[in-house]
Nanobody, 122 residues
């Protein structure tokens, strides 16, 4: 299983970015796809997870209402639309996958993309 994340960059506070994570190698019909982030000197932080079989996302409180996750099944790609970005959203964002249901802990994810840096300036 390979995950390839893209779309990070530098944006001013209040701006938007869209991240993409292309998955390949296996069928993801029963997987949960997730986004995590890690700011410098901090632990991985859960952002959102979406089980493929329900397509019902679960968001962290810190991003709910600002971030939206979606899946393009034809392209096996998961997107993270990030609006109203804040400086505290600055981090390396990782997409991840696990064979099973929703989970908010990064240690329960088996497959990881390489990470993409999001920097929000004030």
């Amino acid at each position: 299983v390979q995950l390839q994340a893209s779309g990070g960059g530098l944006v001013q506070a209040g701006g938007s970015l869209r991240l993409a994570c292309a998955a390949s190698g296996r069928t993801f019909s029963t997987y949960t796809l997730g986004w995590f982030r890690q700011a410098p000197g901090k632990e991985h932080e859960f952002v959102v997870a979406i089980p493929r079989h329900t397509s019902r996302p679960y968001y962290a409180d810190s991003v709910r209402g600002r971030f939206t996750v979606s899946i393009d099944n034809a392209e096996n790609t998961v997107f993270l639309q990030m609006n109203s970005l804040k400086p505290e959203d600055t981090a390396v964002y990782y997409c991840a996958a696990r064979a099973g249901g929703l989970n908010v802990r990064h240690i329960h994810y088996d497959y990881w993309g390489q990470g993409t840096l999001v920097t929000v300036s004030s």
